[in-house]
């Protein structure tokens, strides 16, 4: 299964994103708990190197606590600062101004002995369809921003103001040119960081990952048995039949089959499911 996608907006995003570094106190680093090693852009990191950063495990309603605790500990052994949170909650923002404020709190008060009133500015990345939008609209308190359960729907950089007096950029969510392992490519098409639309048989695949230690949510989701050595098309057809995805002649609708078991997997429907 070969996967890639890198549009033009995203290499003139990540240059505007490095012209706009220098003007930057802290980076807000938006990871999908379900899979946030392979959300990792070394394009982004790169660009953010110098900065003060803080890993967000984003959607961490969709992950147990013990695969938040192991994320996290990995994290912090590279000395980061790591938050886990649902950017759709209205209170999301709360806990990511407080770490923001604290990591940054001697050049606030040394602004203000200067007199003057220094507002923080935070550049909020990640990769496609993260949930950087959704953060940002709910840290203001009302729409900002275009938000979208689809890749490419931030297409250029926008500032906006919280009433904590914050300034946030936000930035287009962006891949990079190759990734060095398929696995990392699949993870990333599963949570919806590249368009549907390029991909093929994606919950074939999708299945054949995580059957092994999943299959019981697969079998309680769609009423299904999946037998020991069962194939993927066999598991995929059961569903088809289970769900009734048929065409009008009562062939099996394989593609809104597929359709509907990715979605299901993206809104948590299957239950708690972590890729990497």
């Given amino acids: 299964m070969v996967i890639q996608w890198f ?9 505007e994103m490095e012209k706009e570094m220098k003007n930057i106190d802290i980076v807000f680093y938006l990871l999908d708990a379900r899979a946030p090693l392979s959300c990792f852009n070394p394009k982004l990191t790169q660009v953010a190197k110098n900065k003060k950063i803080i890993y967000i495990l984003n959607k961490a309603d969709l992950v147990d606590e013990k695969d938040i605790t192991r994320f996290k500990s990995i994290l912090q052994k590279q000395n980061a600062d790591v938050v886990a949170l649902n950017s759709t909650q209205s209170n999301s923002g709360k806990v990511l101004f407080l770490s923001a404020k604290k990591l940054l709190e001697e050049k606030v008060e040394l602004k203000k002995s200067k007199g003057i009133n220094y507002s923080i500015k935070v550049m909020v990345v990640g990769v496609p369809n993260v949930g950087k939008s959704t953060l940002i609209n ?8 275009t938000t979208g359960d689809r890749p490419g729907v931030t297409r250029g950089k926008q500032w906006v103001t919280t009433k904590e007096g914050f300034l946030l950029l936000d930035t287009p969510g962006t891949l990079w040119p190759s ?7 699949k993870n990333l098409a599963y949570i919806g960081s ?15 990952d995580i059957v092994k230690k999943y299959g ?12 020991d050595n069962c194939e993927i098309l066999d598991i995929l057809e059961k569903i088809c ?8 002649n009562n062939e099996l609708d394989y593609d809104r089959c597929g359709r509907m078991i990715i979605d299901d997997f993206r809104k948590g429907r299957l239950g708690k499911i972590v890729l990497d």
């Fill in 7 to 15: 549009p033009g907006h995203m290499t003139k995003a990540l240059r």
């Fill in 138 to 145: 709910n840290m203001c308190g009302f729409s900002k921003t």
């Fill in 179 to 185: 990734f060095e392992e398929e696995r990392i490519g």
């Fill in 216 to 227: 019981d949510l697969l079998e309680k989701r769609y009423d299904i048995k999946i037998e």
């Fill in 194 to 208: 590249i368009k549907d639309e390029l991909l093929d048989d994606l919950a074939f695949y999708f299945i054949k």
């Fill in 241 to 248: 039949t289970s769900r009734n995805c048929l065409l009008k």
